[in-house]
């Protein structure tokens, strides 16, 4: 759709003098008689706070959400796919009335003027649309609007925001002179499609209370009770041109200080005018547990806001660290789903790395009511793509970011394959078809002898991310070549033969079954290809089976009988995950998928330093970006919990019957229910709730399980099968 579609005449208007960092208030005035409904199409670039009177109509959010938003910065030789920005609308009915009113925009910073991606300069357009029983009028901005200077006095979207309101006047309401003020001056309209979406945006999700944890002679240091994204409202009691300083960390020391390591960087200031004032940052969010307020403030709570993505699972047993891992998960990605995509972290980079995101969806869509969020996120990765080449960039929106060409790109066939099996909707298949297809052209062309051994040149071509140290373990080693062994060749290639796998099925549901030869040829010699390179015949391994390599082979099926056996001694005899992100989830996938579930068990909750307990004992309420805590540079990365989806499709044993989606057919199957005296949860389908419940009495296995009425259940145990009804099921078996 076109600007005129959303914005009828309206002009894209801005100060005369703007650079990349500067904040204005807009102001424009209107006039209504009588009115049944008034609506605001509106955008501020980057984010935008909207006034009307002097109430803020979007107050908390992040607005309006992330985009490929124009075609001024391509990457380096590609041409990306497509362009687009979302047009945020609001019924702003309530918020006038009869005779006189103003509008005042505050805006600047956020996505569009990024400094690692700066699409152009602040500016801002609204159109306002009033009905009546007789007419409808429209009120838009030009040339006439009035453009002030925002508090705003410093700013960094990933670190820190600066408040100046010395001389400062509050400017939002319609009393407010404008006289003085300068005129907006037109600005360059944009290059894109103007859109609507109905992706979940960030809101203010509670209030948290906060404790002292320390006073010193210039400071107070305050904890809100977990690592979370957000920031704190403060009670402003400092004097004229007294500053208020905000830092904040995601640890801190044994002596109560805050840690440096995980500061980030991240600060707000605030230069008081003398009066008692409520201060709160508005274009940006922070990642933090602790933080330390320098001056004369006083913290009310601390505002907690990401996407409004509900969690509607459950999960709960006599295990601790699985109850944990459940929890911590969700929490975790929760504080990485902000502006409409998901993140690495909510603060040092805030990306939406394809690698990340691809590896988690199973599990968000598992665990969340996502769909709107990844179908917004999808058409990101579909714009992103490279139309000359077929490239899959490793961010979406993208950023110059590192990532490789398997576990990365693969995200534009796994998140739409993801989709269709949780909702059972084809169309999005369909639709993204064609990039999958140019994403094998693309595995194709930087292939050697049949393995993918390169990417776009320049750029990183990583296999798996972030593995132990397992070379050096008394060394403190950095380098991500040196944490792991795995040929990065082997990893792209695997997910180059699943990507295939997944688009022969995708071929059949969508009638393109002349496809499917072609896509069972390149299975068969990537398969070759990987064997040839990385099995070793005199121990049926493949690369000395360390960090799951052997995982990645036996997934696609190559190797030999003894391959998955020595997966499995491997690990009883380790005890722990010597695994990266993609290797922790298949090596777990793959022992409750061969019924080696008290192994799965054993990994999931291993007590020693390489494992989510360890994370747990140590406080964490939040998934690091290492198993070594001490070697991440951030302390909420949500990438390790993929294995969160087999909690529901192994432990509680809901899965959905092979060549079925949107659980209409299912096979309650649990495994590992000697290990526990009682478990339950339940997640929420598209069909409605699925729940599972049993305990354990040392001699029998009492189950309820409740079942949608559109669906059909069967369930298994051992050498028994029951079928289920619609409706709550309620029944007894020998342990």
């Avoid at 036996?554 to 391959?563: I, P, Q």
């Avoid at 559109?710 to 050498?719: D, L, Q, S, W």
Wanted: charged share 25%; aromatic share 14%.
């Amino acid at each position: 759709m076109t600007q005129e579609y959303f914005f009828n005449n309206a002009k894209w208007v801005g100060a005369k003098k703007r650079t990349a960092k500067t904040f204005s208030v807009l102001r424009g005035n209107f006039s209504l008689d009588t009115f049944n409904k008034v609506t605001l199409n509106i955008l501020g670039l980057g984010f935008f706070k909207c006034y009307i009177n002097g109430k803020c109509i979007n107050s908390d959010t992040f607005l309006p959400l992330s985009s490929d938003f124009e075609a001024e910065c391509d990457p380096v030789d590609e041409v990306i796919s497509g362009h687009r920005i979302y047009v945020p609308q609001f019924d702003v009915t309530p918020y006038v009335k009869n005779g006189k009113n103003t509008i005042a925009i505050h805006y600047g910073g956020g996505w569009y003027t990024f400094e690692n991606r700066t699409f152009g300069l602040p500016k801002a357009i609204y159109c306002i649309t009033a009905e009546s029983d007789n007419d409808t009028v429209t009120f838009v901005s030009d040339e006439s609007c009035k453009i002030g200077e925002s508090y705003v006095s410093e700013y960094n979207f990933t670190f820190c925001e600066h408040h100046n309101f010395v001389d400062y006047e509050d400017c939002f309401g319609e009393d407010y002179d404008d006289s003085l003020w300068d005129n907006a001056v037109l600005t360059e309209s944009l290059d894109t499609e103007y859109c609507t979406t109905d992706c979940p945006t960030d809101k203010l999700i509670e209030e948290r209370p906060v404790k002292v944890i320390k006073t010193t002679e210039n400071s107070v240091i305050y904890d809100c009770g977990e690592n979370t994204t957000g920031y704190p409202l403060l009670e402003i009691n400092a004097k004229k041109g007294e500053k208020v300083i905000v830092n904040f960390s995601e640890e801190i020391l044994p002596d109560g200080n805050l840690d440096p390591e995980h500061t980030q960087g991240q600060q707000f200031t605030f230069i008081s005018n003398g009066e008692s004032a409520l201060a709160q940052p508005e274009f940006t969010w922070y990642g933090f547990r602790y933080f330390e307020v320098v001056g004369n403030a006083t913290p009310k709570c601390v505002k907690v806001i990401y996407a409004d993505v509900p969690v509607t699972s459950t999960f709960d047993c006599d295990n601790e660290t699985l109850n944990w891992i459940f929890k911590t998960f969700t929490h975790t990605m929760r504080c990485n789903m902000h502006t409409g995509h998901p993140s690495d972290c909510p603060h040092l980079e805030r990306r939406g790395y394809t690698g990340d995101g691809q590896l988690t969806c199973h599990a968000v869509l598992t665990a969340f009511d996502a769909k709107k969020f990844y179908e917004k996120w999808m058409q990101d990765i579909g714009d992103c793509q490279d139309v000359l080449s077929g490239h899959i960039q490793y961010t979406a929106p993208y950023l110059h970011s590192g990532g490789g060409p398997g576990g990365w790109g693969s995200a534009i066939v796994e998140v739409p394959y993801q989709l269709y099996k949780h909702y059972g909707d084809k169309d999005i298949l369909a639709k993204y078809y064609h990039n999958m297809r140019r994403y094998i052209d693309y595995l194709e062309d930087h292939s050697d002898y049949g393995l993918v051994t390169s990417d776009k040149a320049g750029n990183w071509c990583l296999g798996d991310w972030c593995g132990p140290n397992i070379l050096y373990p008394d060394r403190d080693i950095t380098s991500h070549n040196q944490q792991v062994v795995l040929p990065a060749a082997m990893v792209n290639t695997y997910f180059m033969v699943k990507s295939l796998k997944q688009m022969c099925e995708i071929a059949r549901l969508i009638g393109k079954d002349e496809d499917i030869p072609e896509y069972e040829e390149k299975i068969a010699c990537r398969k070759g290809a990987i064997t040839a390179a990385y099995f070793n015949a005199f121990d049926d391994n493949f690369i000395m089976n360390v960090q799951g390599a052997n995982s990645f082979a036996v997934d696609l099926g190559l190797g030999n009988e003894n391959t998955y056996k020595n997966m499995v001694s491997y690990y009883k005899k380790l005890g722990y995950y010597d695994t990266g992100i993609f290797a922790t989830d298949i090596v777990t996938r793959l022992l409750f998928q061969r019924g080696d579930s008290d192994l799965a068990i054993d990994l999931l909750t291993h007590d020693g330093d390489q494992g989510f307990e360890h994370w747990r004992k140590n406080g964490a309420t939040t998934f690091h970006e290492y198993w070594d805590s001490n070697r991440s540079r951030s302390h909420s990365h949500p990438m390790f919990g993929a294995p969160v989806a087999y909690l529901f499709e192994y432990l509680l044993g809901i899965k959905q019957e092979e060549g079925t989606a949107g659980y209409k057919s299912l096979v309650i199957e649990p495994q590992g229910v000697s290990r526990f005296g009682r478990m339950t949860g339940s997640i929420e389908t598209v069909q409605g709730t699925v729940a599972v419940c049993y305990t354990n009495d040392g001699e029998s296995l009492h189950f309820k399980i409740t079942i949608p009425e559109n669906t059909k259940a069967i369930f298994k145990y051992k050498n028994k099968e029951l079928a289920l009804t619609r409706g709550e099921n309620s029944f007894k078996t020998e342990l």
